[in-house]
């Protein structure tokens, strides 16, 4: 049977998650009796004194595994031939930057496995921070926001909310912002922010995780093609923070006039789609980016759309934006770059195209933190490790000297597969494009 190691995340010092967690490996090591080694890290959330009491050996380097689990990518020096590597790759778009990675992996004869792949028979993922990006990016938000509003003479309960990574876990959060919440319940907001309104743009994992802490505080839905209409009445109190869930046909509209909105069509020819959603603009306080996008699809706000914003209110009601996707220059077309926790957020001017580190200040506050789970170590890990746990055995008992279809592999992994045995799969051959454009070591 395959050794199984999990190595130390080194991407940047944030990262403290791990892919299983010492319970999991636990039962991992009694049902299959493999021989599990856990990488010496001064800085993941789980110590390794938990890692040893589940069965675990403390090792420096990764040589010691056949099977490789990690979270993000692994330094290109760091590539040891003839592994399996589980992690987040971010190759399968042929991302300029991990090309020599992945072509370190080929030149290797490594194999490897990336999480984002593993999918049901219907393509749903299965393994997965989805939740933990919304909530921290949530709970970010609405703590750079009010020291944000603070700074301008502009006081808020919202203020008093800490980062993400400050919290022990999602639910001592919750709990923090639950009493912020009765004290807008029992305060209001004031006048400058009233009605406060919160867009969501997309309903999966990430927008879930997102709500959760959003209705912590006293909330209420309103629907898009209401958002408008209500907000114009002036029927809105300051008591309640109104959140809009934006759906698909709320973002997007066929450029035919005569052609009726049809989801599938959408995802199979967006081309024939155009953005509709920046009419939405002028009646948020805060948006949040938690689809999925990519170049093919339109942009749902831009550098325009933003600029005509500001030239024509008064006074902008739009104060800051949370791009949980984070996809750079993408779905939101002014957030520029990434962040981290240090420093995890901007201001964009959009009248000059320009932005300005920090949130205090003029502008329109952004929150790009690209890696936004790691803030929650704790239940983050817990959350993908019982995801991966189940498939931790086939792994360990696969025949990786075998073709791929007879490695006795699972289907759900099989189509994870990018490189098996130093060469890209049938699937994701196309990305030799990719490694040929001049980014191959």
């Known amino acids: 049977m395959k050794k199984l190691l999990i190595r130390a995340e080194d991407k940047n010092r944030w990262e403290r998650r791990a892919p299983i967690v010492p319970d999991d490996l636990s039962r991992i090591i009694q049902s299959t009796g493999v021989t599990a080694f856990v990488e010496h890290s001064e800085k993941r959330f789980f110590k390794e004194c938990q890692y040893n009491a589940a069965g675990a050996k403390t090792c420096i380097g990764i040589d010691q595994g056949d099977i490789i689990l990690g979270v993000k990518e692994i ?54 921070f989805g939740p933990f990006a919304g909530d921290a990016g949530a709970i970010d938000i609405l703590s750079l926001m009010g020291e944000h509003w603070d700074d301008k003479g502009i006081t808020t309960a919202l203020s008093s909310i800490k980062r993400a990574h400050a919290y022990d876990s999602v639910e001592v ?43 912590c505080l006293p909330t209420k ?28 046909n709320d973002l997007v509209c066929p450029k035919a006039q005569k052609e009726r909105f049809d989801l599938q069509t959408y995802y199979d020819n967006p081309d024939r789609y155009e953005s509709r959603f920046e009419q939405f603009l002028p009646y948020l306080t805060l948006l ?18 933003l600029k005509k914003l500001v030239e024509t209110s008064q006074a902008v009601k739009l104060s800051g934006i949370a791009d949980i996707s984070c996809d750079i220059s993408g779905a939101v077309e002014c957030n520029v770059k990434s962040t981290d926790s ?14 300005s580190d920090g949130h205090i200040g003029d ?4 929150l790009s933190v690209d890696n936004l789970p790691c803030e929650l170590p704790n239940d983050a890990s817990t959350f993908f490790s019982n995801q991966l746990e189940p498939f931790v055995p086939s792994l360990l008992k696969a025949d990786y000297e075998s073709s791929l279809d007879a490695s006795g592999l699972p289907p759900e992994i099989k189509k994870a597969v990018i490189v098996y045995n130093g060469k890209l799969t049938p699937t994701y051959e196309y990305l030799n494009k990719h490694l040929s454009l001049g980014h191959s070591i």
């Open 75 to 128: 330094p290109v020096e760091k590539i040891v031939g003839g592994k399996t590597y589980l992690f987040f790759s971010h190759t399968t778009k042929g991302q300029k930057n991990n090309m020599v990675l992945l072509q370190k992996i080929i030149d290797s004869g490594s194999t490897l496995i990336d999480y984002e792949k593993i999918t049901d028979k219907d393509g749903r993922r299965l393994i997965y």
């Open 173 to 215: 959060a919750k709990k923090h912002v639950t009493d912020i919440g009765e004290k807008i319940r029992e305060d209001g907001f004031p006048g400058q922010l009233s009605p406060f309104t919160i867009g969501i743009l997309g309903y999966g994992n990430v927008s879930t995780g997102a709500q959760r802490i959003f209705d």
């Open 363 to 366: 502008g329109i506050v952004m």
């Open 288 to 305: 949040v980016n938690a689809v999925y996008w990519e170049a093919r699809y339109p942009r749902f706000v831009t550098w325009a759309g």
């Open 342 to 355: 240090d420093m995890p957020a901007y201001r964009v001017d959009p009248v000059t195209k320009t932005i």
């Open 221 to 248: 839905r309103i629907a898009a093609s209401d958002l408008s209409a209500f907000i114009e009445s002036g029927s809105a109190d300051r008591h309640t923070v109104y959140v809009t869930v934006f759906k698909e």
